[in-house]
């Protein structure tokens, strides 16, 4: 490489596309997981790039390492109600329920149980 002559920062643009497809699928746990801890190491290592002189895009690099993280939150929190809801005495009961339901309206009267035992 030439004196200033910089090189792409690839992994900056990476970092910030992986960082929005983790906010827009944090839902998910492929989408806000692994996408954003994707992001959120592209990110780290194309800013030391650029930090380094080595590459342009810090900021987009910053940005998508801050967006990986903000999906991986996302995406934790999703998963932490989850987990509370499906370990639930209630889900419990609807899951029981539904197990010994013989018709469509025994298992829809089983579904309106469940939603008036979360809401109370």
Do not use: Y
Not at 3 to 22: D, T, Y
């Amino acid at each position: 490489m030439t004196p200033g002559v910089r090189q792409s920062n690839g992994l900056a643009i990476a970092a910030l596309v992986l960082g929005v497809a983790a906010l827009l699928l944090f839902w998910t746990v492929i989408g806000g997981v692994v996408l954003g801890v994707l992001a959120v190491i592209f990110g780290i290592i194309g800013a030391r790039r650029a930090r380094a002189g080595r590459a342009p895009h810090k900021g987009i690099a910053i940005a998508g390492a801050v967006l990986g993280v903000l999906g991986v939150i996302a995406s934790g929190v999703i998963i932490a109600i989850g987990a509370s809801i499906w370990n639930s005495d209630e889900f419990k009961s609807f899951e029981d329920c539904v197990r010994n339901a013989d018709s469509q309206s025994e298992r829809d009267a089983c579904e309106r149980d469940f939603e008036r035992d979360l809401n109370n």
